[in-house]
């Protein structure tokens, strides 16, 4: 069964930083790109950033480019978002998805985790 664990979501002020996981299970995870999307209340999913595990290969919004760094650790088979600058429009669910490759992010997702609710207060 495919399983995406995400977690490290909570309450931060702005300027600060928080690093979400993503634990995946159930499939072959160099096989697949993993990553993040995230939703503010009244608005659409946005696809923030993705890595492909086989060959590193990555993808930023603009909204975080700069700020955001994705990561992975193919033996423990989990990916990383390190959030610092966070600012009060960064407030959201973060969800971690699979696909089969970064580019296009979020066309050929295929699989979610749960929603992890980052909060930035100003």
């Known amino acids: 069964e495919v399983q995406l664990q995400a977690s490290g979501g909570g309450e931060v002020q702005t300027g600060g930083s928080l690093t979400l996981s993503c634990a995946a299970s159930?499939?072959?995870?160099?096989?697949?790109?993993l990553g993040w999307f995230r939703q503010a209340p009244g608005e659409g999913r946005e696809g923030i950033s993705c890595?492909?595990?086989?060959?590193?290969?990555?993808y930023y919004a603009d909204s975080v480019k700069g700020r955001f760094t994705i990561s992975s650790d193919n033996v423990k088979g989990t990916v990383y978002l390190q959030m610092n600058s966070l600012k009060p429009e960064d407030t959201a669910v973060y969800y971690c998805?699979?696909?089969?490759?970064?580019?296009?992010w979020g066309a050929g997702v295929d699989a979610w985790g749960q929603g992890t609710q980052v909060t930035v207060s100003s």
């Open positions: 998805a699979r696909d089969l490759a970064c580019q296009g």
């Open positions: 159930g499939f072959i995870f160099d096989d697949y790109a």
């Open positions: 890595i492909s595990s086989g060959d590193g290969t990555t």
